[in-house]
């Protein structure tokens, strides 16, 4: 029997095939599956490799603003680079606003997430606005912030003045203002709080969907097992939502660390605020030292390859259970 | 070892119809008491608040003779089983079971005798060192019954506990379950939907509709006697048929209408003309009318009675299994069948 010839022996015409074949060509898993991701690795090929190569290749050149020619100098730019008290103080600055901000937002968010999963009046008001700082512009907020914490005439100064806690003879000192952004260790403070104030919705939300999946039988159960508070938590809760954490940490982390909008806006940098992505951008752009701005801005990828491989291992294993 | 009791028990969602209004209940020390309804009448609520997880609107609990109603689950020493099984799913079995004893720190030597205890009667010891997930629905089962075990409790509440198992591990697990309450005669609340669950293990059943108890009675007493309509139906796969007369309800059930002209003693006759019949294997269902009432009769398949569809029969009850109701309340009459006058 030839290949032209159905089971029943009647005759299919090889016309009738190509026909079926063309119409049904999308259903096709094989041709479909790559047509859909086509768009996607396009925009990551044109928008994140084509300019993540770039950078690799300036750090390892002398290329300028003024003369983009690219010529080979080694590890040149990185010894130089290394070797600043600017970028010692934005690596140390980067780590430490990223670990510190998002250990207090794990805290924070846990205890957010728990405050909102229970019923109580205008929860929907609450919840809302804890959401507030998440849905505005980071530009815009960070400048609202400037704003209040401005040298001379800073709400928040007027405040704590009004309540009795700064001015001469008060807690604060004897000066009128705080001067929150022109010293060190208040404007390092100001950035850090920044980073809390806007990873922390997110953080909130993720943890309370983890935490409202979590089956309200399992929740009875350890109710009537006998589990007070503080061990249904540490016992139950936490183990359960440890995936979920994880995958809220690491969004806060990757937004925390690759953020220079925060420290651009606030201080540009000054006060020894600087992180690695602001003093990437300062130098790089601003001064118009390219190389040594790619160099810079090289240090984040090492970190950021280590969340991506954790968070991929985290959704693989998500997957499988 | 104690009795549940709860007086004029009641919870309010909202400003709803109430979910369980009013309920008093008492067991009896040691006994497997079922409740028994449709979804969504109370059954479930009701047993919550025994439990301490739903407090109610009004009303209270008494486990032992003892006013409960403001304390905590933790307080009451109970046991539940929920129809999920609640498992906690990071936790190996182990873990699972030695939950509530680590929560009322128990030394760890007493956690271990105690597991190996529950374990041992349960037949889970082989998979202690495993996950819930890792175990079937039989399993987890009785994972979630020797969490509840090792407690001693004084009461065991079990919420639907078998309506996630297939039907042939059910019938088993019904069995088990039995056995095993009668086993260590601790006082058992069962909540389930399912009436041959309720017939085949209560000592008592409770039947549950739209927030209060119905009939209160042993399986026989609630099969045989039911107090109104609803329970009529709502027990006997099919259920009893109810031909209305005047401002009554006759209620008789499929396997005591059979033909007239095998039936001896006393008893009514109506007409039955046959629509349907269904082979069930061990039975066999007529389904048919008798003047515009719909009405079945059931027939063991070793009964030798010829019908056929679209003709008129002379089928009759016997009058002590007739059962009168007032058509307007749906409540039983009391003092049995009087004479009837039918057509």
Redesign the interface.
Known sequence: MSAGTARAGLPVTVEDQGEDRGRYLLDREGLLGPLLLLPAIAYIAALVGFPLVLAIAYSFSDVIVADQSIDWVGLDNFRAVVKTPNFQNALRNTFLFTIVSQVIVLVMANALAMVLAADFRGKRLVRFLTLLPWTTPIALAVLGWLWLLDNVYSPVDWLLREAGLLGPGTWLGPMGNVYWLSEPSKAQLVVLFVHIWRTLPLATVILLAGLTAI?Q??R?????????FW?QLV??RI??LLPIMAVAVLFGMVFTFTDMTVVYVLTRGNSDTHVLASLAYFTGVESGSLAQGAAIALFLFPALVGIAVLMLRLARRTET? | MAVIETRAITKRFGDGPAAVDGIDLASADGEFLVLLGPSGCGKTTLLRMIGGLEPPTSGDVLIGGRVVTGLPPRARKIAMVFQSYALYPHMSVYNNIAFPLKAAKLPKAEQEKKVAWAAGILGIDPYLQRKPRQLSGGQRQRVALARALVRDPNVFLLDEPLSNLDAQRRASARDELQGFQRQIGTTTIYVTHDQVEAMGMGDRIAVINQGTIRQLGTPREIYDEPADTFVATFLGSPPMNLVPRDDLLIGFRPEQFSPAAGASGAFTTFPFHVHREEYLGAERLVYGETGPTKVVARFPITADVPVETGRTYEFAVPDGDLKIFDAASGLRRPGGAPKLVLR
């Open positions: 089956p039988d399992v009875d159960a350890a109710n009537v097992d006998g589990a007070g061990r016992y139950i183990p359960l259970n």
